[in-house]
C-alpha cells in the first residue's frame, strides 16, 4: 500500500503541474502534504516535516549551488566559457567533441558531486553546442550521465564513501573497480543511449538558444576574450580543491594540524568561496571589468537560479515526507526473506528505495544497512556489493528528487521531455552498471 501511495502522488503531482498548470513549487507542496496525511503523518507534525525537507536541502545547495552560478555567470560573461569552447572545438572537432565532454565530464566528475558539476560544465558544454550548431541534449546527455556514475559509484562521492565503510570494503579497491565499471557504464548511458533516444524521440534534440537558467548570451570577439589556461583554472579550481583534499584525506594520518586546514579548505562550500573570489580576480579585475558590472554579473547568476532554488526546495519537503512516512521500512520488510544473488539484491533494494525516497544518497544507505548481512552469509566481495548497490542507487531518477528538476530546468525541458530522456537515461545507466558489476564478478 505504501508503495501505492508514493505512485498516486507522483500522478497528482503530473496532474497538477501538467493539466492545471500549476506553479511547479507549490504542486511540490501541495502534493508533500497529501501524500504525508495519507501515509498517517500526525498533523502536527506534518508541517515541521515539510520546512526540515525543505530547509535540508537547500542548506546543502544553497551556498554550493549559488556560488557555482556565480563562478559559471563570471566565466561566461568574461568570454572564459567561449574561450575554453572553441578551444575544445578546435582540438577535437564537431564529430569528436562528445568524447571530449565525457573526458571532461570524468575528470570534473572525480571531485565535484553531481549538482555541482553540472552547474559547472553546463554553461560550457551550453556554447559549444551553440557554437556548432548543435542540439544541447547532444552534448548535456552524455555530460550528466558521466557526472552521474561518479557521483554514485566512486569515492570520494558521499555515498560510495560511507558504504564502503559500511561494508568494510577496501576503498581503494572500490576506487579501481569503480572506475572500470563506470566506463562501459557511461558508454551505454551516454553516447549510446543519446543515439537511440535521438532516434525514437527526435524532439528534445532541438536547437537551443538561450536557457533562463543561464541568462541571455553574450557575442564575443575570441582576440578579446581570457587565456584558455586561466579559463579552465577558474573554471575548475572548485575541483583542484577538493581534490587536493580527498587526496592530502587519504595520505596524511588523522590529527596531523595540515591535514585539518586541506579538510576545511576543500570543504565543498568552503572550496566554492575560494573559487569565486579567485574567479572574481581572474574573470573580473583581470579583464579589467568595471565593479558594477561584476557586482551586476553576481546579482544576475542568483536571479536566473531563484526559480529553480525553490522547485528543488518542493522536492526536498516531497522526499522528507516519503522519508518520514516509514516507506524505508515497508521496503524492508519486502526484501527480508528474499532468496537470490546478493548484488542483484543489493541493487534491487536500492533501486527500489531510489524510486520511493528519491535521494540517491538516503538510499544507498538504507540499503546497505540492509543488506550487509548478505556479505558475511555469502561471501560476496564487498567492493563489488558497494557498486551493486551505488548502481541501484541511481535508478530511474524522478519527480521525488532535486536532479530531475535541475536537469528539468537547466536543460529547458518540459516535464513529459525530462521523464523521457532523464528518467529513462538515469534507469539505463543503472541497469548498465548492474551487468558491468556481474561481469566483473566473474573475472575478480
Not at 525553490?310 to 526473506?337: D, M, R, W
Amino acid at each position: 500500500m505504501p508503495l501505492i501511495i508514493v505512485a498516486l502522488g507522483v500522478i497528482l503531482l503530473i496532474f497538477l503541474i501538467v493539466k492545471l498548470k500549476l506553479n511547479t513549487f507549490v504542486a511540490l507542496v501541495i502534493t508533500a502534504f497529501i501524500v504525508g496525511l495519507i501515509l498517517g503523518t500526525p498533523l502536527t507534525k506534518l508541517p515541521s516535516i515539510i520546512t526540515t525537507g525543505i530547509g535540508d536541502q537547500l542548506g546543502d545547495l544553497a551556498i554550493i549551488f549559488g556560488m557555482g552560478s556565480m563562478i559559471g555567470k563570471l566565466v561566461s560573461d568574461s568570454g572564459g566559457g567561449y574561450r575554453i569552447a572553441h578551444t575544445l572545438i578546435n582540438k577535437f572537432g564537431k564529430k569528436h567533441i562528445q568524447i571530449a565532454v565525457v573526458l571532461a565530464s570524468f575528470i570534473v566528475g572525480l571531485a565535484l558531486f553531481f549538482e555541482v558539476g553540472l552547474v559547472v560544465l553546463l554553461p560550457i558544454i551550453f556554447i559549444i553546442a551553440r557554437e556548432i550548431d548543435m542540439p544541447l541534449m547532444s552534448l548535456a546527455i552524455p555530460m550528466a550521465a558521466t557526472l552521474n556514475v561518479m557521483h554514485g559509484f566512486i569515492p570520494p562521492h558521499p555515498a560510495p564513501t560511507a558504504i564502503t565503510g559500511i561494508f568494510n570494503a577496501n576503498i581503494g579497491q572500490v576506487i579501481i573497480y569503480g572506475i572500470i565499471v563506470a566506463i562501459p557504464t557511461v558508454i551505454i548511458s551516454g553516447p549510446v543511449f543519446n543515439h537511440f533516444l535521438h532516434k525514437f524521440y527526435p524532439r528534445v534534440y532541438r536547437i537551443t538558444t538561450e536557457i533562463p537558467a543561464l541568462g541571455k548570451f553574450k557575442e564575443f570577439n575570441l582576440e578579446d576574450t581570457p587565456k584558455f589556461g586561466i579559463s579552465v583554472l577558474t573554471s575548475m579550481m572548485p575541483v583542484i580543491l577538493i581534490g587536493i583534499s580527498t587526496i592530502f584525506e587519504f595520505t596524511l594520518p588523522k590529527g596531523n594540524a595540515i591535514l585539518s586546514l586541506v579538510k576545511f579548505i576543500g570543504n565543498p562550500d568552503v572550496a566554492m568561496l575560494i573559487s569565486l573570489i579567485f574567479a572574481l580576480f581572474t574573470m573580473g579585475v583581470l579583464q579589467k571589468i568595471p565593479m558594477k558590472d561584476i557586482g551586476s554579473t553576481l546579482e544576475n547568476a542568483i536571479k536566473q537560479i531563484s526559480v529553480m532554488l525553490f522547485i528543488i526546495a518542493g522536492g526536498g519537503a516531497f522526499k522528507q515526507v516519503l522519508v518520514e512516512g516509514g516507506i524505508a521500512s515497508y521496503v524492508s520488510q519486502i526484501f527480508t526473506n528474499m532468496h537470490m544473488s546478493p548484488l542483484i539484491a543489493a541493487w534491487l533494494i536500492a533501486a527500489v528505495l531510489r524510486v520511493s525516497l528519491g535521494s540517491s544518497t538516503v538510499s544507498a544507505l538504507t540499503a546497505a544497512g540492509l543488506v550487509s548481512p548478505m556479505i558475511v552469509t555469502t561471501g560476496a566481495n564487498p567492493a563489488l556489493m558497494v557498486l551493486a548497490v551505488g548502481a541501484g542507487s541511481v535508478f530511474a531518477d524522478h519527480v521525488n528528487d532535486a536532479g530531475f528538476w535541475m536537469v528539468k530546468e537547466y536543460f529547458g525541458l518540459s516535464l513529459k521531455e525530462t521523464f523521457i530522456s532523464w528518467t529513462t537515461l538515469t534507469s539505463v545507466l543503472a541497469i548498465a552498471g548492474l551487468l558491468s558489476v556481474l561481469a566483473l564478478s566473474l573475472i575478480v
